[in-house]
């Protein structure tokens, strides 16, 4: 057992948290991690679920632990403003905020006793969600897999941690192993938000044929893009990029952005 500011923070064992990937870290997830003594998030998606949805995880959560867990936005998703209200009308113990600025979301988090965390992949961004006053940071790097930045995460964790002293610092991107939990600590990170290890795991919410390409691939066979999300009009930032499996698609599409436009 590793004790951290982040394992005496949020009062868990191991200071590891899966990313809340979009509507696939579910109860079944989220539940199995808080359980085994990290802390589990359950993930909402661009496409937005209905309320019911969510109030339906939250109670699955709690029948699988009674230990802490948490729910994570797609904050550049419009109008989720009820989905977060479900999260704080149930208490859950902390509330995540990805890809936009978390401000309106804060002061009813933090009056119902809800952390505050906030993602982010620009020094920037970190030294605003420091000032508007979250909880808890998660610097991500571009070696993450999924929507991510453009700072390698060796870069961008002890540059927010310099930067924000005074709150825990998870570090995301590429973390997939002990090793890399060694790592993040040595950076000065608090722990760790991991997300794309956990798509191999059998709670992970989604098709079979993802988690075994996943297994199977080498680190070669990734691209960070914006392809998909141009084309299916995603809501997430232009400087936000995708880190994918490199396919047909992106050999297409990569780069030929404005062809993909017309």
């Given at each position: 057992?590793?004790?951290?500011?982040?394992?005496?923070f949020l009062q868990i064992q191991?200071?590891?948290?899966?990313?809340?990937?979009?509507?696939?870290?579910?109860?079944?997830?989220?539940?199995?991690?808080?359980?085994?003594?990290?802390?589990g998030m359950l993930g909402m998606?661009?496409?937005?679920?209905?309320?019911?949805?969510?109030?339906?995880?939250?109670?699955?959560?709690?029948?699988?632990?009674?230990?802490?867990?948490?729910?994570?936005?797609?904050?550049?998703?419009?109008?989720?403003?009820?989905?977060?209200?479900?999260?704080?009308?149930?208490?859950?113990?902390?509330?995540?905020?990805?890809?936009?600025?978390?401000?309106?979301?804060?002061?009813?988090?933090?009056?119902?006793?809800?952390?505050?965390?906030?993602?982010?992949?620009?020094?920037?961004?970190?030294?605003?969600?420091?000032?508007?006053?979250?909880?808890?940071?998660?610097?991500?790097?571009?070696?993450?897999?999924?929507?991510?930045?453009?700072?390698?995460?060796?870069?961008?964790?002890?540059?927010?941690?310099?930067?924000?002293?005074?709150?825990?610092?998870?570090?995301?991107?590429?973390?997939?192993?002990?090793?890399?939990?060694?790592?993040?600590?040595?950076?000065?990170?608090?722990?760790?938000?991991?997300?794309?290890?956990?798509?191999?795991?059998?709670?992970?919410?989604?098709?079979?044929?993802?988690?075994?390409?996943?297994?199977?691939?080498?680190?070669?066979?990734?691209?960070?893009?914006?392809?998909?999300?141009?084309?299916?009009?995603?809501?997430?930032?232009?400087?936000?990029?995708?880190?994918?499996?490199?396919?047909?698609?992106?050999?297409?599409?990569?780069?030929?952005?404005?062809?993909?436009?017309?």
């Amino acid at each position: 057992m590793i004790r951290t500011r982040l394992t005496d923070f949020l009062q868990i064992q191991h200071p590891i948290l899966n990313a809340p990937m979009a509507t696939s870290a579910t109860a079944e997830l989220a539940g199995a991690v808080s359980g085994s003594g990290g802390f589990g998030m359950l993930g909402m998606g661009n496409t937005v679920p209905d309320p019911e949805w969510l109030e339906f995880q939250i109670k699955r959560v709690r029948e699988i632990t009674d230990k802490p867990f948490g729910v994570g936005f797609i904050t550049s998703v419009d109008d989720i403003d009820e989905l977060v209200s479900v999260a704080v009308r149930n208490k859950v113990d902390l509330i995540g905020h990805s890809f936009s600025d978390p401000s309106p979301f804060i002061a009813d988090a933090q009056n119902a006793g809800i952390k505050v965390l906030a993602q982010v992949q620009t020094l920037g961004q970190a030294i605003n969600a420091r000032e508007i006053g979250v909880d808890l940071i998660v610097a991500q790097g571009t070696d993450g897999g999924g929507h991510t930045g453009h700072i390698g995460t060796i870069s961008i964790v002890p540059a927010v941690v310099d930067a924000c002293p005074e709150i825990p610092v998870l570090a995301a991107g590429g973390i997939v192993d002990g090793r890399g939990v060694a790592a993040a600590l040595a950076l000065g990170a608090s722990g760790v938000w991991v997300g794309s290890r956990f798509v191999a795991s059998n709670e992970w919410f989604g098709p079979e044929w993802a988690k075994q390409a996943l297994t199977e691939m080498t680190t070669d066979e990734t691209i960070v893009t914006k392809s998909y999300d141009l084309a299916t009009d995603a809501p997430f930032p232009y400087e936000v990029g995708h880190r994918v499996i490199q396919n047909k698609f992106t050999k297409r599409w990569h780069q030929n952005y404005e062809e993909l436009l017309e």
